[in-house]
């Protein structure tokens, strides 16, 4: 597609609930990344994609969070058991090599009430 | 580990003005990618400007240039003639030019909100 693609844009779940937050990078982009950003805040690193592999998982904050990606494209960012805490904009970015810029979707926005 | 340190929370200035962003990184690395990304009330993160470490010339786009001093490891970055439309969060972000592991994160300092004023 023309740019990083996710959805939903907005998500409101009740807490305990999982949701599914999807991520459509960019066609022949290798490198996959997740961020969240708290209001206000900056952006913290979750995981990265190289590939369908995910070399770096350190930044998911506890095991109710998981990723996956298949097909080298699309990419899943799962919340289990979803808590207030949780509640932020995650962003997903692409970038073609691992050494040129990325490019960022515009981000789903989740609500835990 | 890689860390990206913006000491300005806000910064504000006026129209036509010119300000500068300041960015500071610590690694041990010395072949990296430093970024400038603009993140509007929109949400969208545009990319601004960038800079290899391996270049001593400083890039520059349009009204936006950096200040990049390797030995210090600094990374500023100056707007020129201020526009309304550049109102928004500023992210300093770096990255190694290295594959495989945890080198290629994109990491991004906390940002630093910037105002035009009219």
């Known amino acids: 597609g023309a740019g990083v693609s996710q959805s939903p844009s907005n998500k409101v779940t009740e807490k305990g609930k999982d949701v599914e937050l999807r991520c459509d990078p960019i066609s022949g982009h290798t490198a996959l990344y997740w961020y969240r950003q708290s209001l206000g805040q900056g952006l913290e690193f979750l995981i990265y994609?190289?590939?369908?592999?995910?070399?770096?998982k350190s930044g998911l904050p506890s095991d109710r969070f998981s990723a996956e990606r298949t097909g080298g494209s699309v990419s899943t960012l799962t919340i289990q058991r979803t808590q207030q805490e949780d509640s932020a904009v995650y962003l997903c970015a692409s970038s073609f090599l691992m050494n040129t810029e990325a490019f960022f979707g515009q981000g789903t926005r989740l609500t835990v009430v | 580990a890689q860390t990206v340190t913006q000491s300005q929370p806000e910064m504000s200035v006026q129209e036509a003005e010119t300000v500068t962003l300041s960015c500071t990184y610590d690694?041990?690395?010395?072949?990296?990618?430093l970024f400038w990304y603009k993140q509007p009330p929109s949400r969208q993160m545009i990319l601004v400007i960038r800079?290899?470490?391996?270049?001593?010339q400083n890039a520059t786009e349009n009204r936006f240039s950096v200040n990049f001093q390797k030995a210090a490891k600094s990374f500023s970055l100056k707007i020129s003639d201020s526009q309304l439309g550049d109102t928004a969060m500023y992210f300093c972000?770096?990255?190694?030019?290295?594959?495989?592991?945890?080198?290629?994160?994109?990491?991004f300092g906390k940002g630093t909100k910037l105002s035009v004023k009219p």
């Open positions: 800079q290899e470490a391996y270049k001593q």
């Open positions: 972000a770096f990255r190694t030019m290295n594959y495989g592991g945890s080198q290629g994160n994109l990491i």
């Open positions: 690694t041990s690395e010395n072949n990296y990618y």
């Open positions: 994609f190289q590939g369908n592999s995910a070399p770096d």
